[in-house]
C-alpha cells in the first residue's frame, strides 16, 4: 500500500470511528499515525524534486514576509494591486518552475513582501499538485494573510484551515507547552505539573511514543489543557510551524452592515472593499501591527537622523540585534550606543548591547 492510500484508510477509519470517552485514546493513535504518513508524503516530494531550479520559489527579502492565501476569485489581486508596488500577473507559470514575483508593500520605511500564492494549495495534504511547493513557501512567511469573500459561507475558511493544519501549519497558536526530551537509555518517564483536563493522559502519550518507536524519553506536560493533537505537534516538532494569521473579508460592499459587524468582531480580522477602496487602510495598519516590528531610526554624530529610512527590527530587539542586522561581524566592533526615545531613562541614554529597543528609537552606533 503506498503512502496515499495508507492515509486515505486511516482517513476513513477515523471517520467510522465515533467520538468519545471511550474511542479518545485510538483515535489519538490513529492522528499520530497520520502526522507521521503526511509528512513522509511531503518528505518524499522534496527529495524527488532534485532541488535546484524545480519547485515553487520565491527569493526572500525586504523586512519581512506575508503570503496571500485564498479560493480564486475572492480578490487576492485586486489587493496586491492597491497595497503593493508589484502587480501579481507578473506572476508567472512554466511547466518545471513556478515563480511566483512578489509585491512590495512599503509601510512606515519598512519593505514588506507580499507573495500570492497560487490556489493550487488545495489537496496539498494528499499529495496533489504543486500544493505542497506553494506550503513549504507558507511554512516561511512571517505573516498568513487568507482572503476570504465575504459573500461566501464559513467553509472557504475552515477548508482553507484543514489544509493548512494537515501540512503541518497551525494558524495564531503557541507551541503546547510540553517539554519531551528524547533519551538514549531510561525508558519512557511521563509527567504532569497537574492532573490533565483534556484527553492527553500517560497511557496514550506512552501509546503514542512506542507507535513513534521512541523507547526512551522524557515528558513533562506544563498545561492541564494539552490535547492529544497537541502532544503529536510536539513530537513531529520540526516538522510544524506556528504562523500568525491575519483573516481578511473582501467584498464587504455586497453584504449587509449587520454581516459586515458580525465578521468584523471576530479575532485577527479585518474587513474590506477593494472595488469599493474601503478598510484598505485598515488591512495595512493590521499588516504592520501583526508582524510585530518596530523601526529603529539610525543617527550619525551632527547629522539629523535618517527618518526616511528606518532599519527594521523584531519587537524587542536589542541594540545587538540591530548591529547583528546591519552586519554579521557588526557586534565585534561596537563599542557603545546612544539612545532616544521610549526606551532610554534619559536622552539620550548611553547603553551596551543587551538593551532593548522601542519603535521608533533614534540610536547612534559608535565603533572600537
Ligand atoms: N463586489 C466586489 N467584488 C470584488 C471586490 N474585489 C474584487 N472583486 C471582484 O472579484 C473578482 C476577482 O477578483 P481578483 O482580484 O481577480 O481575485 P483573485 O483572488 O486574485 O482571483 P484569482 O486570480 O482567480 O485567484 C473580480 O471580478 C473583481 O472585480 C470587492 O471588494 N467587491
Known sequence: MGIIEKIQAIEEEMARTQKNKATEHHLGLLKGKLARYRQQLIADEAGSSGGGGTG???????????????YPSVGKSSLLGKITSTKSEIAHYSFTTLTSVPG???????????????????GASQGKGRGRQVVATARTADLVLMVLDATKSTHQRESL???????????NKERPNIYFKKKDTGGVKVSFTSPPKNNLTDSTIKALLRDYRIHNAEVLVRDEQCSIDDFIDVINEQHINYVKCLYIYNKIDAVS?????????????????????????????????????????????????????????????????LCHSI??????????????????????????????????????????
Open 327 to 368: 552586519h554579521r561581524d557588526f557586534q565585534d566592533k561596537f563599542k557603545y550606543a546612544l539612545v532616544w526615545g521610549s526606551s532610554a531613562k534619559h536622552s539620550p541614554q548611553k547603553c551596551g548591547l543587551n538593551h532593548k529597543i522601542h519603535d521608533q528609537d533614534v540610536v547612534s552606533l559608535f565603533t572600537k
Open 161 to 171: 484551515e484543514r489544509e493548512l493544519e494537515n501540512v503541518g501549519i497551525r494558524l
Open 56 to 70: 515553487f520559489e520565491v527569493a526572500k527579502s525586504g523586512d519581512a514576509r506575508a503570503v496571500l492565501i485564498g
Open 257 to 321: 452592515l449587520e454581516e459586515v459587524d458580525r465578521l468584523a468582531r471576530e479575532p485577527n480580522t479585518v474587513v474590506m472593499s477593494c472595488e469599493m477602496d474601503l478598510g484598505l487602510d485598515d488591512v495595512v495598519e493590521e499588516i504592520w501591527y501583526q508582524l510585530n516590528l518596530s523601526r529603529v531610526y539610525t543617527k550619525k554624530r551632527g547629522v539629523k537622523p535618517a527618518f526616511d529610512d528606518p532599519l527594521v527590527v523584531r519587537n524587542g530587539s536589542t541594540v545587538g540585534d
Open 104 to 122: 512590495v508593500l512599503k509601510y512606515q520605511g519598512a519593505e514588506i513582501q507580499i507573495v500570492d500564492l497560487p490556489g493550487i494549495i488545495y
